[in-house]
């Protein structure tokens, strides 16, 4: 579904991507690992052309997302991108923002939309808040929202970048249920993440990452137990 080929990104003289190769097979899920400043959330927004790709290639569903002729606004609604920080509209309720885009975007009729978002928003255990605004939720609770509103442009890929950092502790499990439901369900993912009990229970395959490269790929399995890449032991006896 996606491949990147001799990807390098550059911010002026700093060389933050070098050389990164990596697929993604359909209904796989990835989970990228590594230290902060790494590359890790470069790498997830030129998946989405967030950041303009210095050199290489990312092929996304057989098209060159380095095309100029490339069309962001479709590519970016097959890619569903979910943050840290939930960047909800704030002056919408729950509801609208779910309806949105689909409304505006793909022009789908409001009694539609709105139909799809209540189904979301059930499968994200937040019916009842649908006509809450964000801030009268909780930080796990806008989190979910967050994900049911990307989920509800209907894309092909999900693409997470640490949706749990900014929560508090005991919100981090209801993200990270909605996230495995979601994998367990057939979704494609690439997941930026520290939560490593979530890295092997539902990663397919571990990228680990440093400075700008990726220093191994692996299963969960092989990765946790067995890491090779001196670095990898080192980030692993850190935060295990
Ligand atoms: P990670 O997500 O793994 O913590 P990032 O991809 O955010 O790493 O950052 C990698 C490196 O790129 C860091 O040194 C960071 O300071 C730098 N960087 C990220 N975004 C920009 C930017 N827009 N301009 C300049 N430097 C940036
Ligand atoms: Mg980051």
Redesign the pocket.
């Known amino acids: 579904m996606i491949s990147v080929q001799s990807l390098y990104?550059s911010?002026?003289q700093?060389e933050?991507?070098k050389d990164i190769n990596l697929d993604v097979a359909s209904g796989e899920v990835v989970v990228i690992i590594?230290?902060?400043?790494?590359?890790?959330?470069?790498?997830?927004?030129c998946m989405n052309l967030l950041?303009t790709p210095t050199k290489g290639d990312i092929i996304f569903e057989g098209t060159s997302l380095v095309n100029k002729k490339v069309n962001i606004d479709k590519l970016r609604e097959k890619m569903g991108m979910v943050f840290q920080h939930f960047n909800l509209f704030p002056h919408k309720s729950i509801l609208n923002n779910l309806t949105l885009s689909p409304i505006k975007v793909k022009k789908i009729p409001k009694p539609e939309a709105e139909q799809v978002a209540r189904n979301l928003l059930e499968k994200v255990g937040l019916a009842e808040k649908a006509d809450n605004f964000p801030s009268q939720l909780s930080g796990g609770q806008k989190q979910r929202v967050a994900i049911a509103r990307a989920l509800a442009m209907q894309p092909d890929v999900m693409l997470f970048?640490?949706p749990t950092s900014a929560l508090d502790p005991e919100m981090v499990k209801e993200v990270l249920q909605v996230m495995k439901d979601l994998a367990f369900e057939g979704m494609t993912m690439v997941v930026?993440t520290h939560e490593m009990g979530f890295a092997r229970e539902v990663g397919d395959r571990i990228v680990f990452?440093d400075e700008?490269q990726i220093l191994e790929v692996a299963t969960p399995q092989q990765f946790f137990q067995n890491p090779q890449h001196p670095r990898a032991q080192e980030f692993l006896s850190k935060v295990l």
């Open positions: 990104k911010f002026n700093l933050v991507l590594g230290p902060s400043g790494s590359g890790k959330s470069t790498l997830l927004r950041e970048d640490e930026v990452m700008g």
